[in-house]
């Protein structure tokens, strides 16, 4: 009987390490789109934490497993959307010449200093870039750049000194890492899944039984 449970167990641990990590990854990148799509992105990354944290530590008894996936998905979608909006951009976007015309700092709503950079391409479209495009004050106006223009035209296009395409890797490496993170520990909490009655067991051989008044 035990055999046969295994491999029905294994599946499932698999499909829920695959699901939980996958779901907030797909929210962090989508959280980089304006508008609606961003609020979806949000709510995937809270829905795959909350139910990933819920099932390893509320259905499989273990609390370390839930520890980690909750606060793992929150670090996996600060590191993956930017991660993969950079390599979406810089590998598949189109390479367009631009000149910095006005770059300095606004302060947001929180009392936080944000550096901006107000760019013109040679069509002569003015757009305003922000640290999310990779706009920091190492842009001094009057500088040529290329912008990396997201191929279906909705993401705002991200700013580099020079035309080259290669990737920082230390962004997908530590996006990858924590996927692994999550994912491993998912697995591993399903395939060491407790039952109340296997709490309740291993805290009579830990304790005795419970000590009862006559």
């Known amino acids: 009987m035990e055999a046969d449970r295994i491999p029905g167990r294994t599946g499932d641990s698999l ?18 789109y304006p508008y609606g799509i961003a609020f979806i992105g949000v709510l995937l ?39 993969v909006y950079e390599v979406y951009t ?41 640290q999310q495009q990779n706009c920091f004050g190492d842009f001094e106006e009057g500088r040529p750049v290329v912008l990396f223009e997201d191929p279906l035209g909705i993401l705002d296009p991200r700013i580099e000194a020079t035309g080259d395409r290669t990737v920082d890797p230390l962004g997908p490496a530590i996006s990858g890492g924590l996927i ?17 009655r296997d709490l309740l067991e291993e805290h009579r051989r830990k304790h005795g039984p419970p000590w009862r008044s006559r």
């Open 15 to 32: 499909r829920w390490a695959v699901a939980v990590p996958g779901t907030a990854a797909a929210g962090g990148f989508l959280a980089q």
């Open 45 to 83: 990354v809270l829905a795959a934490g909350g139910v990933g944290a819920a099932v390893a530590g509320t259905f499989w008894n273990r609390a370390g497993a839930a520890a980690v996936v909750g606060f793992g998905t929150l670090a996996l979608s600060a590191f993956v959307g930017s991660s």
């Open 90 to 130: 810089k590998l598949l976007g189109e390479r367009v010449a631009a000149v910095v015309v006005e770059a300095g700092e606004r302060t947001d709503s929180d009392g936080d200093s944000m550096s901006y950079c107000v760019v013109a391409d040679a069509s002569g479209r003015v757009r305003k870039l922000g």
């Open 180 to 196: 692994l993170v999550i994912g491993a520990t998912m697995f591993t909490a399903g395939q060491r899944r407790r039952s109340d």
